[in-house]
């Protein structure tokens, strides 16, 4: 490999390492609106994740399902309904009720909503 070449792809996959993605977004996300703990069980369930997707792949799955037309149709089926099955899980799911999001108003403040 040229080192024009070599450069490239380093400066290319430092640039796709910077930018955070939907993975990266998720734990902040947790991490911010329900703290260190909760950030902590998200973690583990993506690297679970990544795991299990490094392992079917390095068992040949991805080949498999490369191949086979049928397979891989199947396999985005039930993705789907699983999704839907998980949706539809969510709406029927009671409401818990929260907390007032607004602040009270304290006397002598007029900015205070």
């Given amino acids: 490999m040229s080192p024009d070449l070599w450069l490239a792809f380093a400066a290319a996959s430092a640039v796709m390492l910077a930018i955070p993605g939907p993975t990266v977004l998720l734990v902040v996300s947790y991490a911010l ?9 998200t973690v583990a369930g993506v ?12 068992l040949g799955l991805g080949m498999l399902l490369a191949t086979s037309a049928a397979l891989f149709t199947l396999l985005k089926w039930l993705g789907a309904a699983y999704l839907v099955y998980l949706g539809l ?25």
């Fill in 89 to 113: 899980k969510l709406w029927r799911a009671p409401v818990a009720a929260s907390p007032p999001t607004g602040r009270r108003r304290t006397p002598g403040c007029g900015r205070c909503a």
């Fill in 33 to 41: 609106g329900h703290g260190r703990r909760s950030a902590m069980a």
């Fill in 47 to 58: 690297a679970l994740g990544d795991f299990t997707a490094m392992t079917a792949s390095m």
